[in-house]
């Protein structure tokens, strides 16, 4: 069935009701249980004041100079109140961004959405690293996976290459695949818009690039420098980090329509990508999504009523429990961090 011909879609299960309830019960435990803190506000304050890849923070940390990896990011500091609170109120909308598509009533996108927030880490660890502005990427992710206009197509994927070149890239071809592997009729318009854009936005990145004045140390230096410390500790960890993906194909199995080596053999490069990280299960979320949201709508595309409500509820209290491996180490219970943090920047001190 084309993916544009229903206008009224179901959830595959018992009860709708049950559903939207307990979405919104996940949610909140997700962030309750987890809980919140923000990541690197002293380099992004830093960069609000003008501060350059020179700057003393960022010369005496190679770890902090990946921001610079990120134009929309910078460019957005320069236009945000340059203080901790402007910064905090800017990436804290950005984590909200996704869970404020749970507000619509549009039954695929609330699925869609709460597909990418409760059953995979992603909401947990965008809440647990808020000054990342992952929540933007994910929200990205999901409109990719559910929007038919080619301009807004086009535009997410502009913005999206601009806010992470090197996750969009990844993001880009689980798309692909994603529209092949799981879709009978695949639109090749909407994953040539997708390509072309975030073409277009590789394009900038590197003049952006050319632009700043100054040398810095991205991603690619930072990992290669510290390679046999972060690999050694990823493989011990792999197995937390993995089984979230490894569980949703278990919990909703979906059978490729074609593909099904090209599938596995992507998985297993964005598993490989991942472990030479430093947020083995931030990352591989992230790139994996668009494959879990293409078979999660073809889920309720196809009014599939083999996966019941319940089932898919006991996976969704399985990811509240597992703790996602991040560039800390395995974060569960984070809210001592956002106390030091308000502390370190003067807010408030227990």
Not at 12 to 21: I, K, T
Not at 256 to 279: A, E, M, Y
């Given at each position: 069935?084309d993916?544009?011909?229903?206008?009224?879609?179901?959830?595959?299960?018992?009860?709708?009701?049950?559903?939207f309830?307990y979405?919104?019960?996940?949610?909140?435990?997700?962030?309750?249980i987890?809980?919140?803190?923000?990541?690197?506000?002293?380099?992004?304050?830093?960069?609000?004041?003008?501060?350059?890849?020179?700057?003393?923070?960022?010369?005496?940390?190679?770890a902090?100079?990946?921001?610079?990896?990120?134009?929309?990011?910078?460019?957005?500091?320069?236009?945000?109140?340059?203080?901790?609170?402007?910064?905090?109120?800017?990436f804290?909308f950005?984590?909200v961004?996704?869970?404020?598509?749970?507000l619509t009533?549009?039954?695929l996108?609330?699925w869609l959405?709460?597909?990418?927030?409760?059953?995979t880490?992603?909401l947990?660890?965008?809440?647990?690293?808020i000054?990342?502005?992952?929540?933007l990427?994910?929200?990205?992710?999901?409109l990719?996976?559910?929007l038919?206009?080619s301009?807004?197509?086009?535009l997410?994927s502009?913005v999206?290459?601009?806010?992470h070149p090197?996750q969009?890239?990844?993001?880009?071809?689980?798309f692909?695949?994603?529209?092949?592997?799981?879709f009978?009729?695949i639109?090749?318009?909407?994953?040539?818009?997708?390509?072309?854009?975030?073409?277009?936005?590789?394009?900038?990145?590197?003049?952006?690039?050319?632009?700043?004045g100054?040398?810095?140390?991205?991603r690619?230096?930072?990992?290669?420098?510290?390679m046999?410390?972060?690999?050694?500790?990823?493989?011990?960890?792999?197995?937390?980090?993995?089984?979230?993906?490894a569980?949703?194909?278990?919990f909703?199995?979906v059978?490729?329509?074609?593909?099904?080596?090209l599938?596995?053999?992507?998985?297993?490069?964005?598993g490989?990508?991942?472990?030479?990280t430093?947020d083995?299960?931030?990352?591989?979320?992230l790139?994996?999504?668009?494959?879990l949201?293409?078979?999660?709508?073809?889920?309720?595309?196809?009014?599939?009523?083999?996966?019941p409500v319940?089932r898919?509820?006991?996976?969704?209290?399985?990811?509240?429990?597992?703790?996602?491996f991040?560039?800390s180490?395995?974060d569960?219970?984070?809210?001592?961090?956002?106390?030091?943090?308000?502390?370190?920047w003067?807010?408030?001190?227990?």
């Amino acid at each position: 069935m084309d993916q544009k011909s229903k206008t009224k879609l179901r959830l595959p299960a018992d009860s709708q009701s049950l559903w939207f309830r307990y979405v919104w019960i996940f949610s909140v435990l997700i962030v309750v249980i987890g809980g919140i803190r923000f990541s690197d506000g002293s380099a992004l304050l830093a960069i609000a004041q003008g501060a350059t890849a020179e700057s003393p923070l960022f010369s005496g940390s190679g770890a902090l100079q990946y921001i610079w990896d990120s134009p929309l990011k910078v460019l957005s500091l320069r236009y945000v109140p340059p203080n901790i609170y402007g910064i905090g109120l800017f990436f804290g909308f950005l984590s909200v961004l996704p869970v404020a598509l749970l507000l619509t009533r549009d039954t695929l996108l609330f699925w869609l959405s709460s597909s990418a927030l409760i059953l995979t880490p992603c909401l947990k660890t965008s809440m647990q690293n808020i000054g990342v502005g992952d929540g933007l990427t994910i929200f990205l992710a999901i409109l990719l996976c559910y929007l038919n206009n080619s301009i807004l197509i086009s535009l997410s994927s502009f913005v999206l290459g601009l806010w992470h070149p090197h996750q969009s890239f990844f993001i880009g071809i689980s798309f692909v695949i994603s529209q092949y592997v799981f879709f009978e009729d695949i639109e090749w318009s909407q994953i040539a818009t997708v390509l072309a854009s975030l073409a277009l936005a590789a394009a900038v990145f590197f003049l952006w690039k050319a632009s700043l004045g100054f040398e810095y140390s991205g991603r690619g230096a930072f990992m290669q420098d510290r390679m046999p410390e972060l690999l050694y500790r990823n493989l011990a960890y792999a197995p937390v980090a993995f089984l979230p993906i490894a569980l949703w194909f278990w919990f909703i199995p979906v059978a490729p329509r074609r593909g099904k080596c090209l599938l596995g053999g992507w998985l297993f490069i964005l598993g490989i990508v991942s472990l030479l990280t430093t947020d083995v299960t931030r990352v591989i979320s992230l790139t994996a999504l668009p494959i879990l949201l293409a078979e999660s709508k073809k889920i309720i595309i196809e009014e599939r009523d083999d996966i019941p409500v319940r089932r898919i509820l006991v996976f969704a209290s399985l990811i509240v429990l597992i703790p996602p491996f991040s560039w800390s180490g395995l974060d569960y219970l984070v809210w001592t961090d956002l106390f030091s943090d308000l502390c370190e920047w003067g807010v408030y001190c227990l």
